[in-house]
């Protein structure tokens, strides 16, 4: 792992004070409230971490919400179920891969990584034409998603202390339970847009 990708700010480190009764020293642990997590260079990283996992968790949501319209548009029923099924293959082979991903390119080179494989696969579902190339599409998001999703638990041990791991552990999960709130929504929206086009237009098969 590339040391110049490890956060530079030192993590909290336990202080040692003098007791006042018997002058020895004492361990006093940091801050591991909420607050110590979410504010300042933890809040950014927090904010990275659950970002990834909510843009993954949320995904999943809205191509099931979205996917009836997408077909009326572009055709593929054929291959409905694929959607779905190359996505979760995917998504499982990016969580398996995404250890040599962090150790070869580092906790900020993976991430970004991860990141861009998982935008070029949204653009190209946005822009197919035919079901196969959307199929594509949700191959190569389902991979950049599977290693942000395996990299935010991953790097909690990196870039935060020991003391704040279960709640950022608890945090990053949490975004499951959003993305079954946020998901179906978004996709909804994007569905009925789609349904309003296609009045307009007409599908194209």
Known sequence: ?????????????????????????????????????????NGVRSL????????????????????????????????????TTVFVVASIMG???????????????????AAAIFAIGALIC????????????????????GFLFALAYAMIRVVFHEALWPRAMALVSGMWGVATLVGPAVGGVFAEKTVQWLWQTGPRN
């Open 1 to 41: 792992m590339n040391s110049r990708d490890i956060p530079s700010e030192p993590r909290s480190q336990p202080i040692r004070s003098a007791d006042d009764d018997t002058g020895e020293a004492l361990l006093v642990p940091p801050r591991v409230g909420w607050a110590a997590l979410l504010s300042g260079a």
């Open 95 to 113: 969580s398996a891969l995404s250890t040599r991903l962090l150790q070869r390119a580092g906790p900020r080179g993976g991430y970004t990584i």
């Open 126 to 145: 946005a822009v197919s034409p035919s079901m196969p190339i959307m199929l594509i599409g949700r191959l190569v998001q389902g991979l950049g998603g």
């Open 48 to 83: 990275a971490l659950v970002g990834g996992v909510a843009l993954h968790a949320i995904n999943v949501y809205i191509a099931t919400t979205i996917l009836p319209s997408v077909v009326r548009d572009i055709g593929g029923l054929d291959l409905y179920a694929w959607n």
